[in-house]
């Protein structure tokens, strides 16, 4: 198999998992990652797909300006910059995009702070971080529905191969070294936002 079909079918198989999470209501959510880094293409997901459909069109192959590498009838996600961004600023190989309530009522309730922390959580090693009583800071920015601004906003917070930033009332963004790490790196972002918003609840 060819490099492209290998991370087509890396995709797919993300793709598929999330779906049967109900992680991509309403045609929402963009995924993508890396074939080549010189010069830098990478697979995207089509914009406005059931992503609960598995069809040869799911993904487009994209350059590094978002723009499609062939003549398709295909347009990429509407986000893709975030990930033109994320793949020209550091060495990641995949950049995850979903939408939950929890991650969404998350955004919200801690919009106010900028982030949100979390600790003393066993899970917070799915980011690389061993030390005993290690914290995780998920930076949380605004929506703005115009991309470039959205983007500007965003490239801050790219500061490594591996990262995950919160967009108020927008979803998650996550990205690793490879899909392993950045399906990883999502899915223990997801499990602290779900025990967030429980602790909230035995509160009440």
Request: charged share 20%.
């Amino acid at each position: 198999m060819s490099t492209l079909d290998v991370r087509w079918s890396e995709l797919a198989d993300i793709k598929d998992e999330f779906a049967v999470r109900d992680w991509f209501p309403a045609t929402s959510g963009n995924l993508s990652i890396k074939v080549s880094s010189e010069p830098l293409t990478f697979l995207v997901t089509a914009s406005g797909k059931d992503k609960r459909k598995r069809t040869t069109d799911d993904f487009l192959l994209v350059d590094q300006y978002g723009s499609p590498v062939e003549e398709t009838h295909l347009k990429p996600s509407a986000e893709t910059q975030l990930h033109v961004e994320v793949y020209t600023r550091s060495n990641a190989g995949c950049c995850l995009h979903v939408h939950t309530v929890d991650n969404n009522v998350i955004s919200d309730l801690y919009y106010s702070n900028g982030q949100i922390q979390f600790q003393h959580q066993e899970i917070i090693k799915a980011f690389g971080l061993w030390e005993q009583d290690a914290s995780i800071t998920i930076p949380i920015i605004y929506n703005h529905a115009h991309i470039p601004t959205l983007t500007a906003e965003f490239i801050p917070h790219i500061k490594g191969d591996c990262g995950v930033v919160l967009i108020h009332n927008h979803g998650i963004t996550a990205w690793g070294k490879d899909a392993l790490e950045a399906k990883r790196i999502l899915e223990a972002s997801e499990f602290l936002f779900s025990y967030q918003l429980k602790k909230h609840l035995v509160k009440i």
